[in-house]
């Protein structure tokens, strides 16, 4: 693996942002900006060996900055959303940054997606990194996050996250990547396995109950491979309520790498499994997205043009004892992974 610089634009602040290509021998390449620790590109080969772009993105900073819906970007400190932006932690309520109606999502105003992260190249990938003070976006404790990209020569791109804090907290990242593995059109024609039985009752303001839902047999049931259009504009109110699936399962891994789903695009020869060990997958088919400026295509991106499968904890986490525990401590590290291994399939 070959790692490149280029100045990729530049801050209102006049701070320079730099974009990062990571390549590999066979020419497969992928590409991070510091901005927000952005997932820019991924460049693979398909069938006879045709290379695309399978990650929607902008080809300029000014997309990034202007962007609200997270495209490649890391989020946090807590990915996706908290009820009523607010929890109690050691007696103490803490009030959050309400950026989803009376909810806080990805962070809220301050989230860790419009930030200009620190960077540092090595032999073994990229390493960013970010401090962020205590009481921003009304979280506890100073934390020290950092995010690192290894792109391996079998195509699979790692991303490790690691965090410290001084103080009892919460922290939930994940990479908000949305694929498309033909690199054109929509995803509704990909299929998709989930090797999970259960995934999350949200209410109308997506945010957990607390119950767990058996999907066997339902619209929402991917154990055997399934494309996302079959079911996406059935009258159900899940699927109405998020213009189709917004929805997280269960990935029982016991915080060991595991596989939590698999993308494959027949039609380019493209797959994608995503491992990781974290608790959670989120499954978006990006019914909401509408890019304030036009994309890679020359366009701007609408409902179903990509897909996110959002390794995470649960949402809503800190109201739901029953979830696993995403509480950082001053003697504890965040140390999870998510592993994007790409494959070509004829």
Request: charged share 20%.
């Amino acid at each position: 693996m070959k790692i490149t610089k280029r100045v990729f634009g530049y801050a209102a602040s006049g701070e320079p942002v730099f974009l990062f290509r990571l390549v590999l021998d066979n020419g497969a390449y992928a590409e991070i900006c510091n901005y927000g620790a952005t997932l820019v590109s991924v460049v693979v080969p398909g069938k006879k060996g045709r290379f695309n772009d399978v990650v929607l993105g902008y080809t300029s900073l000014d997309g990034y900055i202007s962007d609200t819906c997270y495209l490649g970007a890391t989020v946090g400190r807590f990915a996706n959303r908290i009820g009523d932006a607010q929890f109690h932690l050691n007696g103490k309520l803490y009030q959050l940054e309400q950026n989803d109606g009376e909810n806080t999502n990805h962070g809220g105003f301050s989230g860790f997606h419009k930030k200009i992260w620190d960077y540092e190249i090595k032999d073994s990938g990229l390493v960013l990194t970010l401090e962020s003070p205590d009481g921003e976006g009304g979280y506890p404790g100073n934390i020290r996050v950092e995010v690192s990209y290894t792109f391996t020569e079998n195509m699979c791109l790692l991303i490790h996250y690691k965090g410290r804090t001084d103080r009892d907290t919460y922290l939930n990242l994940t990479n908000h990547a949305y694929f498309n593995l033909s690199g054109t059109g929509n995803i509704l024609d990909h299929k998709l396995f989930i090797p999970s039985a259960y995934m999350l009752d949200t209410t109308q303001q997506y945010i957990p109950t607390g119950e767990m839902i058996p999907v066997r047999n339902t619209v929402f049931d991917f154990s055997a491979p399934m494309c996302l259009g079959t079911h996406i504009h059935e009258p159900l109110p899940q699927l109405i309520w998020n213009k189709g699936y917004n929805h997280c399962y269960e990935v029982r891994n016991n915080k060991k790498i595991a596989l939590a789903a698999e993308l494959t695009c027949e039609e380019s020869g493209r797959s994608l499994e995503v491992h990781t060990t974290l608790p959670g997958i989120l499954l978006y088919t990006a019914g909401f997205l509408d890019s304030a400026l036009p994309g890679k295509s020359g366009s701007r991106y609408s409902p179903y043009e990509g897909v996110c499968l959002e390794a995470q904890y649960f949402p809503d986490t800190p109201h739901h004892a029953n979830f696993p525990s995403c509480l950082l401590t001053p003697v504890d590290e965040y140390d999870e992974q998510i592993e994007y291994r790409f494959k070509i399939v004829e």
